[in-house]
């Protein structure tokens, strides 16, 4: 026979699992800001929003709301900087995101932010003095300051791999080793799971810039190649396990583009080659024989948005930023929008990302100090 004290205890234990999954389910679908409120409430509580199920099931919930992030350099409606987030309708700030280094985000994954800070230049050696990285959650103001490394001559070249099943990231650094030729181009990798920078050797092509875009654990960015002779541009990718490739882009793309990810995919965002106002939208189908198919094309309102400085997309909107305005076009729909700004914030201001909220931590003993404490 069975036990019905047993029985009981059974039955007790499934409805204690099933109120849990509600309360998570109920909590998980909370702004950061309130779940580190509500973290506060007692050790229980602390223990439920600090678990890696918890923290998993907030970003699936978050990574269906996602919006965008900028860091206005002045505006008249604040003493101080704000992170600021968007989602094409509203507007809030992330209070205590402040620092200089937020003016020079490069990539946004996951509720992490990469940022570098300059610290000065030498144009008599023409070497870089020391370039700052750091990893930053800003819903929950842990900030990582990676490591120094090598002396460079002018500025590194950065790019972020987030891997989401390990949340372990890796940090690729190009640049031109002090005391060698300039030509010489050299690549090092930092890795999230030792602590240290790993040193790749020299390299045949280097990023433009540090704009860049991870996507599948692999990193893209902006390169030259040589072709007949001649200097055209290109894609470079690095892979999970650091292997190097180059992807050619679409013949018609020949005026500015920016790299993008859509439904999983590389994309690319460029005017039209024959008609300067409209663009065009490709996607990556074959990176081995660099094949591109057209998503879209249309006209832009190229005198309400001037000069395109960015681009970014979420889902079926395009956001395309000029140093005064955000204009969102929606893919399905075919239509513009245009994001009415309450605040004057849009006097000057870093580039916009794609950003979703998350608990991730930084866990590593290199995280900048800062106050936190566990429920009684």
């Given at each position: 026979?069975?036990?019905?004290?047993?029985?009981?205890?059974?039955?007790?234990?499934?409805?204690?699992?099933?109120?849990?999954?509600?309360?998570?389910?109920?909590?998980?679908?909370?702004?950061?800001?309130?779940?580190?409120?509500?973290?506060?409430?007692?050790?229980?509580?602390?223990?439920?929003?600090?678990?890696?199920?918890?923290?998993?099931?907030?970003?699936?919930?978050?990574?269906?709301?996602?919006?965008?992030?900028?860091?206005?350099?002045?505006?008249?409606?604040?003493?101080?900087?704000?992170?600021?987030?968007?989602?094409?309708?509203?507007?809030?700030?992330?209070?205590?995101?402040?620092?200089?280094?937020?003016?020079?985000?490069?990539?946004?994954?996951n509720g992490l932010i990469?940022?570098?800070?300059?610290?000065?230049?030498?144009?008599?050696?023409?070497?870089?003095?020391?370039?700052?990285?750091?990893?930053?959650?800003?819903?929950?103001?842990?900030?990582?300051?990676?490591?120094?490394?090598?002396?460079?001559?002018?500025s590194p070249k950065i790019?972020?791999?987030?891997?989401?099943?390990?949340?372990?990231?890796?940090?690729?650094?190009?640049?031109?080793?002090?005391?060698?030729?300039?030509?010489?181009?050299?690549?090092?990798?930092?890795?999230?799971?030792?602590?240290?920078?790993?040193?790749?050797?020299?390299?045949?092509?280097?990023?433009?810039?540090?704009?860049?875009?991870?996507?599948?654990?692999?990193?893209?960015?902006?390169?030259?190649?040589?072709?007949?002779?001649?200097?055209?541009?290109?894609?470079?990718?690095?892979?999970?396990?650091?292997?190097?490739?180059?992807?050619?882009?679409?013949?018609?793309?020949?005026?500015?583009?920016?790299?993008?990810?859509?439904?999983?995919?590389?994309?690319?965002?460029?005017?039209?080659?024959?008609?300067?106002?409209?663009?065009?939208?490709?996607?990556?189908?074959?990176?081995?024989?660099?094949?591109?198919?057209?998503?879209?094309?249309?006209?832009?309102?190229?005198?309400?948005?001037?000069?395109?400085?960015?681009?970014?997309?979420?889902?079926?909107?395009?956001?395309?930023?000029?140093?005064?305005?955000?204009?969102?076009?929606?893919?399905?729909?075919?239509?513009?929008?245009?994001?009415?700004?309450?605040?004057?914030?849009?006097?000057?201001?870093?580039?916009?990302?794609?950003?979703?909220?998350?608990?991730?931590?930084?866990?590593t003993d290199s995280l900048?100090?800062?106050?936190?404490?566990?429920?009684?």
């Amino acid at each position: 026979m069975d036990d019905p004290c047993n029985d009981l205890i059974g039955s007790w234990n499934e409805s204690l699992l099933e109120l849990e999954s509600i309360v998570i389910n109920i909590l998980s679908r909370l702004p950061v800001k309130s779940l580190m409120i509500c973290k506060s409430v007692s050790k229980h509580w602390w223990r439920l929003i600090s678990s890696p199920d918890f923290i998993r099931a907030q970003l699936t919930w978050s990574l269906e709301n996602p919006g965008y992030v900028f860091y206005p350099y002045a505006c008249s409606c604040h003493n101080e900087h704000f992170l600021i987030k968007i989602d094409g309708e509203t507007i809030e700030t992330l209070p205590g995101c402040n620092e200089q280094y937020f003016r020079n985000m490069i990539c946004s994954f996951n509720g992490l932010i990469c940022c570098i800070n300059h610290g000065g230049f030498c144009h008599r050696t023409r070497r870089s003095l020391h370039q700052d990285i750091y990893i930053c959650n800003p819903a929950t103001r842990e900030v990582l300051l990676l490591p120094q490394s090598r002396g460079s001559k002018g500025s590194p070249k950065i790019g972020v791999s987030f891997y989401p099943r390990t949340n372990e990231f890796k940090v690729f650094r190009f640049f031109s080793p002090a005391g060698k030729s300039h030509d010489r181009k050299e690549c090092e990798v930092y890795s999230s799971i030792n602590g240290s920078w790993k040193g790749i050797g020299c390299v045949a092509h280097r990023p433009r810039n540090s704009k860049h875009i991870c996507i599948n654990e692999t990193v893209y960015w902006f390169a030259k190649s040589k072709k007949d002779g001649l200097s055209i541009v290109c894609i470079l990718a690095v892979d999970l396990l650091e292997n190097f490739s180059v992807i050619s882009i679409p013949e018609q793309v020949t005026r500015w583009a920016f790299l993008v990810s859509f439904e999983g995919c590389l994309s690319l965002v460029a005017g039209n080659v024959f008609d300067k106002n409209r663009f065009d939208m490709w996607i990556l189908q074959d990176s081995n024989k660099s094949t591109w198919i057209r998503k879209c094309s249309d006209d832009m309102p190229i005198s309400n948005i001037g000069r395109v400085k960015h681009v970014a997309v979420q889902k079926n909107e395009i956001l395309f930023a000029s140093m005064r305005h955000y204009f969102f076009y929606n893919m399905c729909s075919k239509t513009w929008r245009e994001f009415n700004w309450v605040h004057d914030f849009r006097k000057r201001f870093s580039i916009p990302l794609t950003y979703t909220e998350s608990l991730l931590h930084l866990a590593t003993d290199s995280l900048v100090p800062k106050s936190r404490t566990s429920p009684a």
